[in-house]
């Protein structure tokens, strides 16, 4: 059978799955319409006091903002100034374990002083020769630990300090009062304002049969 004038093979079977609906667009807007609001259409008091509210709050979120901001300067300034202070301490004692290591060497150096006076042969002997060599090794060794902020540690005659001293021992003695320092043992050492090594010293302590 033919078909009718109003039959088409190209007809589409569904025309609502390839179309949007006419008014979606329109209600999507009408719907932001009403969440934004419309300035120009309210009295001018409302306006005012929205203008006012919109001020406020922009203000305390500017000054939230700006605390923030001086509290991460604040900040920043401290970790620069205690990255300096560390950098100016490591560098002040980074030679520290090497002093150590030469302190003994420089007692040696006096033991061989004391030695060689103790022993020498007379004036112009090898002896005296040999003394002079090594004072001035003594003296150079002490003037270089000098330079890098190397001083000995005062002893006798002052209060023990278990900060600067150790105590290898006590003395009996009516002459020093208790407590204090009669004799140093081993001298100690300090790197500016640090102890490197302790004085190893005697302490006095009163006579038993006072």
Do not use: W
Request: net charge negative; aromatic share 2%.
């Amino acid at each position: 059978m033919g078909k009718g004038p109003n039959e088409s093979d190209d007809q589409p079977e569904d025309m609502d799955g390839q179309q949007e609906s006419p008014g979606l667009e329109q209600e999507l807007e009408e719907l932001l319409a009403q969440a934004a609001v419309d300035l120009d259409s309210l009295p001018l008091e409302d306006q005012v006091s929205t203008l006012k509210t919109s001020l406020e709050s922009a203000q305390q979120e500017a000054a939230t903002n700006l605390d923030a901001a001086q509290r991460a300067q604040a900040e920043m300034v401290n970790f620069r100034r205690r990255t300096d202070e560390d950098r100016i301490a490591n560098a002040k004692y980074a030679n520290s374990r090497l002093i150590v290591n030469v302190l003994p060497v420089l007692e040696e150096l006096e033991l061989a002083i004391t030695h060689t006076e103790a022993n020498s042969g007379g004036e112009g002997s090898v002896n005296d020769s040999l003394l002079e060599g090594i004072k001035l090794i003594q003296r150079k060794l002490t003037g270089v630990l000098e330079s890098e902020g190397v001083a000995a540690i005062e002893a006798v005659g002052l209060m023990f300090n278990p900060l600067e001293h150790e105590a290898l021992g006590t003395e009996e003695t009516g002459d020093v009062e208790p407590g204090y320092v009669t004799q140093i043992l081993r001298p100690g050492f300090r790197l500016h304002d640090r102890v490197i090594r302790p004085a190893q010293v005697m302490v006095a302590t009163a006579p038993k049969d006072s």
